[in-house]
């Protein structure tokens, strides 16, 4: 669109500043959380957010169970050991820290989020006499009924609440707004992080905005190794507008990252290829406990870890003989045998036995409850799924107890990603954080899928309250430092150059997005080699160098837009480095270097930052968190004050 057709007043390089004693970068799930705990602790919030709060980000428009609720009155199992079965299945490689939070407070969060006016129990007794109801508390269970440690709930009503909930707690909220960067102390790198420069989605005009603490909650990376520019909307998982941007600027700033060498094999992708997640027939998450059946309607049968066939339907809910739980719904993440849940046998070991494909997922024999909370609770609550699967499939007639979905499995559709196609998905890298959830940078704080090993709704509603307790704890007493003049130059200089090319014929944020995914996947795909990460370096370099200053943006559509492809480029630079630094192979992280050097690292996160122009790495102990329980306690004095301990 050229200028002179966009809808909205221009405001290029037009100036507001904005003071707080905290500033939240990124309103999704973990953001609307640090704001709210800050906001209770008596400080000043402000909240910056490139989408609507409302609804904006991974959360926005629901989520249909929550995991690690370990303190829920029915749980059977305890924070301890759920976080020690997500740091087993995960050879140690996970955030020991931000987990433990998970774990202690993550049914707090439901809890509080319940309060704010979102729905957590079958109090219209929809589900009354089913199998993962509690009578008593009316919650609902979903995978392991015995050990009840994930609800099932009602997420789309939850982002509403919490927005609800910032105003009332008179939390200013500025949505439309894409932070592009941190500011430092006197405008040098690594000094404690005053605040942040940002710029409006619509109007293009800059927000400087200054404050005591900040906190990072702008989510992960995305579009590194995928992207389609025809279908741009559909590339991956998470919402299109969460693609790393948090991580580019805190490299910018010398913020210190880690495990940022592990990537996936794609999957609940798009990209033109697959199908919008969980919109296909499966077995796995919301569809568990769905009978998958051959285009004969054969039953593929569901067998436990010990490879026992599991005969009765309420088998598929209970760990196996002498396993105390299991992790998940469905083997989807590959768990280890100590935590494997049931599975259907594999579709490829069933077509070589004679079962036709394609497969579908089949809810008609369930009992009524198990069918009903599948088609409608989770499916319709789920992140993706409310409009155009529930209501959409339900509008066109499709009926769950007569009608089938199809599978687009691995290993027999075009839906199956190339080895060399990946993501950050599962437990990607990201900030590395202390027991305060700080980053290495004064003054500021990470939360949710930001941080290194991070994900689920749960994980960020409790990371981020943690995190923005302790940034009140941090800013309360302390003063105020005034942005940098030349820093805010330098960054008004960087963001609008792309404006001031626009009569030229450089390149769009399309062609430079395509230009970096295409480097990713031939020089930094499954199997990585120094000298293929050298070429692909030197190729992300020569974009950074010689085709961003020529880019061009119209309006402040496409300049948002090319300002996330020039943080897509910085993120796929610190991978690429994290590349380089690992030396040897390592399963957890599904990395694996053919020139290995055969060095033993799989004990050490590699960790490394910007300093200068210059990488800097260092080793860490995997577990350097220390005791979980004590150092929670330590750092949570102030939080469990007047307040029952929940284990
Ligand atoms: C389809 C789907 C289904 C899921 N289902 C579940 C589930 O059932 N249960 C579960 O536990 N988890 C689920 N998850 C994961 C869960 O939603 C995420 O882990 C969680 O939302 C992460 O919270 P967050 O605040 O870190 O990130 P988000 O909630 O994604 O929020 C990040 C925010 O940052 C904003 N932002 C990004 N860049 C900028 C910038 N430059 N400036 C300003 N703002 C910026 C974004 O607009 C966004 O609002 C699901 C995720 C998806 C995608």
């Known amino acids: 669109m050229i200028m002179n057709d966009w809808p909205y007043s221009l405001e290029w390089e037009k100036e507001e ?4 004693d905290i500033l939240v970068m990124g309103g999704g799930v973990a953001g609307c959380m640090a704001a709210i705990a800050a906001a209770k602790c008596g400080q000043s919030v402000v909240l910056a957010e490139k989408g609507a709060t409302k609804r904006s980000g991974a959360g926005g428009s629901g989520c249909d169970h929550w995991e690690s609720a370990a303190t829920n009155p029915c749980s059977k199992i305890t924070p301890g050991e759920l976080v020690q079965a997500m740091l087993d299945d995960n050879d140690g490689f996970n955030n020991g820290i931000s987990h433990y939070i998970e774990c ?9 989020i319940e309060k704010m006016g979102g729905k957590i ?3 219209g007794g929809e589900f009354t006499g089913a199998a993962f109801r509690d009578e008593k508390t ?9 050990n009840r440690y994930t609800l099932r ?3 789309s009503t939850f982002k509403p609440a919490m927005y609800r909930e910032l105003k009332r707690l008179g939390v200013r909220v500025i949505d439309r707004v894409m932070i592009t960067s941190l500011l430092s102390e006197s405008g040098k790198q690594g000094n404690r992080i005053t605040g942040a420069a940002g710029i409006h989605t619509r109007t293009g005009r800059f927000y400087i905005f ?3 603490a900040s906190i990072m909650c702008m989510s992960r990376p995305a579009r590194i190794w995928l992207f389609s520019g025809s279908l741009p909307g559909l590339c991956e998982f998470r919402p299109p507008q969460c693609v790393g941007d948090g991580h580019a600027m805190g490299w910018r700033a010398g913020a210190e990252f880690t495990m940022m060498e592990k990537s996936v094999r794609a999957e609940f992708s798009a990209s033109g290829r697959s199908f919008p997640p969980y919109a296909a027939g499966n077995n796995h998450n919301t569809w568990y406990g769905a009978d998958i059946i051959d285009s004969e309607a054969r039953k593929i049968p569901y067998a436990d870890r010990d490879g026992n066939i599991l005969t009765g339907i309420a088998d598929r809910f209970r760990p196996a003989q002498g396993q105390k739980f299991f992790l998940k719904g469905g083997s989807v993440d590959n768990p280890k045998y100590e935590y494997r849940g049931p599975e259907t046998l594999p579709f490829t070991e069933m077509m070589l036995k004679g079962y036709k494909p394609p497969f579908y997922a089949d809810l008609s024999s369930l009992p009524e409850t198990e069918r009903k909370v599948i088609w409608g609770m989770m499916v319709g609550e789920e992140g993706k799924t409310k409009v155009p699967v529930f209501r959409n499939h339900s509008a066109l007639g499709f009926d769950p107890e007569k009608h089938v979905i199809q599978c687009y499995g691995a290993g027999w559709t075009s839906a199956e990603f190339l080895p060399d196609e990946r993501q950050l998905f599962g437990l990607p890298g990201g900030f590395l954080n202390d027991w305060n959830l700080s980053s290495n940078l004064e003054g500021l704080f990470v ?25 009140a704890d941090y800013a309360s007493g302390l003063k105020k430092s005034k942005p940098a003049r030349s820093q805010v130059r330098t960054e008004k200089e960087r963001v609008y150059n792309p404006v001031r090319n626009r009569h030229s014929t450089g390149m769009g944020w399309k062609e430079l997005n395509m230009g970096i995914s295409k480097v990713m996947k031939n020089y930094c795909g499954e199997v990585k080699h120094d000298e293929l990460l050298k070429i692909g370096l030197r190729h992300l370099d020569d974009f950074e160098h010689n085709i961003i200053p020529g880019t061009c943006a119209n309006n402040p559509h496409d300049l948002v837009r090319l300002l996330e492809v ?6 796929a630079q610190i991978i690429m480095n994290a590349c380089l630094a690992r030396k040897s192979s390592v399963k957890a992280l599904c990395f694996t270097k053919l020139d290995d050097s055969g060095t033993d690292d799989s004990g050490s996160l590699i960790v490394l930052r910007q300093k200068e122009g210059k990488v800097e790495t260092r080793k860490l102990s995997i577990d350097f968190f220390g005791d979980l329980k004590k150092n929670y306690e330590k750092f949570s004095k102030e939080y469990f004050r007047g307040k029952s301990k929940p284990e």
Do not use: M, P, Q
């Not at 939360?447 to 923005?468: E, P, R």
């Open 17 to 20: 500043v904005i003071d707080s």
């Open 104 to 112: 202690r407070e993550g049914y707090d969060r439901l809890l509080e």
């Open 121 to 123: 129990r079958d109090t």
């Open 138 to 146: 009316k919650l609902l269970f979903a995978y392991d009924y015995v």
């Open 153 to 155: 709930v009602w997420g």
């Open 210 to 212: 200054s404050a005591k």
């Open 447 to 471: 939360a949710g899928d930001s941080l290194y090993a991070s994900n689920c709704y749960g994980h960020a509603a409790a990371t981020g309250h943690y995190a923005g307790r302790h940034a």
């Open 566 to 571: 020039f943080d897509i480029l910085t993120v």
